[in-house]
């Protein structure tokens, strides 16, 4: 064991407030960018939790988010061409004013809710992998509704409540988990449903295409033949491909990168100052052991080595806390209902940002040491 890290662990109370602070400042950064993934997953888990292994999508789209994506009708039955394809579904979706129907002592709630329709055929390609059973069995019931448990306050409703939809009579009979929305509150029914409420859409456009094909490990060369083959009417993408493009779409957003870059700087901000002050206490409290040193002989050189092994240590530990308290948000956060997504090339960056800071606080902390005179031990 080195010098370094023996005399961390030994005065592990000095160095604690340093490690703290770089797991706050890998906390901040880490769980923002996990509940926006997160918030993310939930609002396009439709299509990632379905049984699509390809979706087609208008040719100029980039994602599903702040894209026009219809199609016209006359692109379904050209899918079915290809011999893989063995099931084609659209994705529909349309927009609705909710009016809850409160009880005593309750609210109206008034609001502007999306509209999400699934089939509800078992084992259908536009069904989610994750519904229960009886969820499908409830969504079959004409006019039936089911939302997200995180909307049952915004909506003014709870299971086996009625509402509108559009003046339309309609009956909340079930509720999911992990699909929160970012904005409008979605409301999930059956194709059915819709067609009874009047707002199926019967014109020459279609919402995307959803794309079941017989060997789901075939998806990428299935997609490049339905491109290949599609006369740049269409665009097909891979279920996990479209995924990360409406992730990356929603990240882009203006207001999303400039509060994410500032967490990124606060917290390396604050990691760097408290490190320091922190090290700097510390070392500034042990300067008798380092003068000592110096007493025997040890360079300057490997005393100024020393600091930054110490600090590199520190940010170990640091990283560690942050593993810890990041799980722990993780889990408060889903017990809310909350899904929170960590990828690995977010968690990797905040990592080197913390080993980086408890670097740059040992090297702020050198100067320090300049008080380590042997002279000083006759005093």
Known sequence: ??????????????????????ACAGLLVLALIGLFAGIVKGATATIERSRADIM??????????NSSNGLPVRIKPLIYLNPDVVEVGTLEGRGAQWVNTPGPGQKQVTTFVGINVVDTRPGAVTLPTDYPESIRLALTEPGAVVVDRTALPRLGVKVGDKA???????????????????????????????RRL???????????????????????????????????????????????????????????????????????????????????????????????L??????????????????????????????????????????????????????????????????LSGLISLGILKKSQPADLLR
């Not at 370094?4 to 407030?17: G, K, Q, S």
């Not at 309609?170 to 409008?184: A, E």
């Not at 279920?239 to 870059?261: H, P, S, V």
Request: some cysteine; charged content about 15%; overall charge positive.
């Open 1 to 22: 064991m080195s010098l370094a890290l023996a005399t961390l662990i030994y005065e592990w109370r000095r160095y604690l407030a340093a490690i703290i602070a770089l």
């Open 56 to 65: 087609i999508l208008a040719p100029k789209s980039e994602s599903l988010v």
């Open 164 to 194: 509108s939809l559009n003046g339309h009579t309609v009956y909340l009979r079930g509720v999911l988990t992990g699909y929160p929305n970012i904005n409008n509150v979605d409301v999930v029914m059956s194709r059915d449903t819709l």
């Open 198 to 292: 009047g707002m199926a859409d019967s014109g020459p456009r279609s919402g995307p295409l959803m794309v079941r094909i017989k060997d789901p490990a075939r998806a990428e060369i299935v997609r490049d033949q339905l491109n290949a083959a599609s006369g740049k009417a269409y665009r097909a993408w891979t279920r996990d491909e479209l995924a990360k493009a409406n992730e990356a779409t929603i990240m882009k957003e203006q207001i999303i990168g400039i509060l994410l870059g500032f967490c990124v700087f606060l917290g390396g901000a604050i990691g760097i100052l408290i490190t320091s002050m922190t090290l700097r206490g510390a070392i500034l409290a042990s300067i008798k052991e380092f003068a000592s």
């Open 294 to 359: 110096r007493a025997l002989g040890v360079s300057m050189g490997s005393l100024r080595m020393i600091v930054v092994e110490m600090s590199l240590w520190v940010g170990v530990a640091g990283v560690a806390m942050t593993a810890v308290l990041t799980t722990l948000i993780a889990m408060l956060a889903a017990a809310a209902g909350l899904p929170m997504v960590f990828r690995p090339s977010p968690v990797i960056s905040v990592t080197v940002m913390l080993m980086v800071v408890a670097a």
